[in-house]
């Protein structure tokens, strides 16, 4: 089954628009940490915003909001004010566990390709 | 700047070749590195877990014996691809966790490999 969704392909928004991009998780670990990535097309990955399982409040990093319902299992990216430069492929992903030799690794969705219209 | 360095960034070689690909951290020590492979518009799938001074773990159906990692060092880690065929051509990416944090994990720039 897999352990990252992220069901929209492609997404469009308008130039200084808000736009959500989906993410389901699935998981039994109670500590768990969730990432968003944003990939340009020279393929570097991106830190945009972390959310860990303990954490009552939503992240937020300046443009960068994580909708993170607990009880639903999602973790949903709001980027408010789209820039032209906002177009790239976005990446959900999600560490397990709380420690060990493999701390660390992620599991990532399928991804969803952002363009920003102007 | 960059806190995990990746070279090359790119690397064409013939098939049959081995081509290795660095992952190093930079200002800070890395006991576990991850590698993950990315073909054109997919997702990153894990390779291996890299550990300093003990042997890769590979995730299921990966090829230890076509994929050498080596983690000689707490700033280095390195992939070998041996005997290159065109089927290995894809983009190679590194990560690095700092220290206990969970949340504090860089990647590298990533290296295209293309078998020709």
């Known amino acids: 089954a897999q352990k990252i969704t992220q069901t929209q392909p492609g997404m469009f928004v308008q130039e200084k628009e808000a736009v959500t991009l989906d993410c389901t998780y699935d998981?039994?670990?109670?500590?768990?940490?969730l990432f968003w990535y944003k990939q340009p097309s020279s393929g570097e990955m991106i830190f945009l915003i972390y959310?860990?399982?303990?954490?009552?409040q939503n992240a937020t990093e300046g443009r960068y909001s994580l909708n993170f319902q607990k009880a639903r299992k999602s973790a949903n990216l709001v980027i408010s004010a789209s820039q032209l430069g906002d177009s790239a492929m976005y990446f959900c992903a999600m560490r397990e566990g709380a420690g060990g030799t493999s701390y660390g690794k992620l599991t990532f969705g399928q991804g969803t390709i952002l363009t920003v219209h102007p | 700047g960059a806190v995990v360095s990746q070279h090359p960034s790119w690397v064409i070689c013939k098939s049959g070749t081995s081509v290795k690909i660095e992952c190093r951290s930079l200002?800070?020590?890395?006991?576990?590195m991850f590698w993950y492979r990315q073909f054109p518009k997919q997702s990153l799938m894990l390779m291996a877990t890299?550990?300093?001074?003990?042997?890769?773990?590979?995730e299921q159906g990966v090829e230890k014996d076509k994929f050498l990692i080596n983690h000689a060092s707490l700033t280095l880690s390195t992939l070998t691809v041996t005997s290159a065929h065109p089927e290995d051509s894809s983009f190679y990416i590194c990560s690095a966790r700092v220290g206990g944090s969970g949340n504090t994990i860089y990647f590298g720039e990533g290296s295209w490999l293309t078998v020709v």
């Open positions: 998981t039994s670990d109670q500590s768990y940490g």
């Open positions: 959310q860990g399982s303990y954490d009552e």
């Open positions: 890299s550990n300093e001074g003990s042997k890769a773990t590979y």
């Open positions: 200002d800070f020590q890395a006991t576990t």
